[in-house]
């Protein structure tokens, strides 16, 4: 071997140990703590209840198929997560196109910033927030005294869709207002020019070239619909829940933690089913997959 | 009418933040209605020894979750761009599965691992342990710190990545052409553009953990958290102090937000 290529081959060497030692951490937080963790729940949730509430060693599929006990929090689940994410993005679209399009250059950025703030203030003030608009004192008391009475808003699907909304607006916007900036307004004048009204000017041009912000947006706001816990827990008063309220039950209340793991199989399973199958078909339509998560 | 729609939604988004900070300076009691401008509340919650711990427990577990991840993240963002084949596929599934499992689902998984953990962990130590009194392993910062890290982590990785991706590469090239070390240039040369990323990577772990109640609840164990100590204060009954409280974190919230925009702003100058 050429003195060149002992350098090269050594060089090779060092840069793997670089790489080994660079990834070793995240690695072994992974492995402990994403991995040992999710396979402590499929362990478990084939698993039995030990009398005194927790994990007892079994070999069973009885959680699972004792899950439709808890079958209303996940219709719950799987009817508003959707919904909410539908109507996050039918009010945001038009403000995403706002601001993009017709908002003068020189307000933009502060209105986009706007948009964010509320993101980053406190999840749980935002949500209470609307325990103290719906609640007895604030809108059903403002009807009251205008002579409407016995009208009761919190604890309902309704308040939980408020606070869906409320929370999550600012993340489909955001995706939405990234896709539509970078869109060619010269596309949209050679479509005046060739005689298209606005309406299909927007059906086929803006509209699919913001695709992939759509894309973006619903599916960050739905996967953390899907894993709500908050919102429904103080906005929908034990009325209105989700999968995450039936997991805290089972295991801080009933401490129940096979099933309880066999409800988290089934949220994560259904997630990933769902959020692939989505990615598969919008990218079989057209829609790029060039928008990333983040 | 589009502007109209858009004024609507803002008021939308700024109304029940608006309620909040009016009534934080109500006098009176009631929630409901407004007797007067008072600063009673906050005189309240400055003096609230719960609260100034809970925030101090927020801010240590915010701040070293965030270091962590920063670091770590920034380590595999590197080393993942040298990677291909397998190990890769391997790390992007991690990455997504981080990110894609619910919050929820995470801090559910951590305890029960944890719990288990620990009491087997426990037991061993106890025989073994040579004086009196075993050290006992438990849930507390360790817990909550490290289960904070692996999703702040996998955002860091992205984060970094992206940034790498859009680096200029010919830069690099001159470096080792003008004859630097690998780690002159990666100091010189590739950290500088980096850094807003890793930043924007920081603030927004920080962020994340100290707003985070779901995994908290879980694996925090005895401590409080600012967001737990709120959640158990709202269950407890709807009073002015939360207003306060809330006031505060928002206005918190705000000043690290726009302290990120000056540092990311100023830090990006140079480079373009």
Redesign the interface.
Known sequence: MSAGAAIVAERKLS?RW??AL??A???I??L???????V??IV?SVGVRAPAGG?QAAFTFDNYLNLPARWAAFRNTLTLAPMGTLICLL?GY??A???AV??SAKWRTT?LI??I??F???????T??????L?G??IP?ILESLGIEGVRLINTPFAVMCGIV?AY??LMVFPIYVSLEKLDKRLLEASEDLGASPWASFRQITLPLSAPGIITGCMLVF??L??E??IPQ?LGGGKVFFI?NA??DL?LQSLN?PF??AC?MA??VI??IT?TLYLRATSATGGRRDA??? | MLRGYAILLYLFLYGPIALIVVFSFNSGLSAADFQGFSLKWYAKVATNELMLSALRTSAIVAFSSAALATIMGTMAALALQRVTGALRAVFDALIYVAIMVPGIVIGIATLIALVTTFDAANALLAQIWPGEVAPKLSMGYGSIIAAHTLFSMALVVVIVRARIAGMDRSLIEASMDLYADPWGTFRQVTLPQLMPAILAGFLLCFTFSFDDFVIAFFVAGPLNTLPIYVFSSIRRGVTPEINAIGTAVMMFSLILLFGAQILLRRRQAPAR
Do not use: D, E, Q
Request: charged letters at 5%; proline letters at 6%.
């Open positions: 840069g670089l790489t660079l990834l951490p995240s690695a937080w992974f402990v703590l994403l991995i040992l963790p999710l402590v729940v478990y994990y009010a038009p403000l196109y706002f601001l017709k908002a209105l706007l948009v703030v509320p980053w203030t406190s999840f749980l003030i935002r209470y927030a609307w325990i103290f608009i609640g004192r604030g008391a409320y607006l600012p996967i953390l899907m894993g816990y908050l103080m995450g997991l805290v295991f933690w309880g793991s988290a949220l994560v997630m990933f959020v990333s998560l983040i």
